[in-house]
């Protein structure tokens, strides 16, 4: 098992930044690569960004390239989002998913079975 927990939403104004928090417990850290979705009233949930364990391979949704950036600290057990430029659209509820594969994390949401209770992000224009 993995817990999940997220921290670092609030309001911001559009063009400020914001940092995400994914704080996890359990299994070992090292095991997992870590992602983060998010979802907006009314539509899916969606992939933002993940990060192999190691860190040697990171991808990101095209909606966010260049604006935000994950990382992780595995002394710390903590992913982390760094979002900067940030645009009404972002608004959403940001959540920190956990897989062994990255390529589950990026294609297969379904799949995926470990994941935080969100942290909402809201950008006003």
């Known amino acids: 098992q993995v817990q999940l927990v997220e921290s670092g939403g609030g309001l911001v104004q559009a063009g400020g930044s914001l940092r995400l928090s994914c704080a996890a417990s359990?299994?070992?850290?090292?095991?997992?690569?870590m992602g983060w979705f998010r979802q907006a009233p009314g539509k899916e949930r969606e992939f933002v960004a993940a990060?192999?364990?190691?860190?040697?391979?990171?991808y990101y949704a095209d909606s966010v390239k260049g604006r935000f950036t994950i990382s992780r600290d595995n002394t710390e057990n903590t992913v982390y989002l760094q979002m900067n430029s940030l645009k009404p659209e972002d608004t959403a509820v940001y959540y920190c998913?956990?897989?062994?594969?990255?390529?589950?994390?990026?294609?297969?949401?379904?799949?995926?079975?470990?994941w935080g209770k969100g942290t909402l992000v809201t950008v006003s224009s």
């Open positions: 998913a956990a897989h062994p594969s990255i390529w589950t994390i990026k294609h297969l949401v379904g799949a995926i079975n470990y």
């Open positions: 990060i192999t364990w190691s860190g040697d391979r990171i």
């Open positions: 359990g299994r070992s850290f090292v095991d997992y690569s």
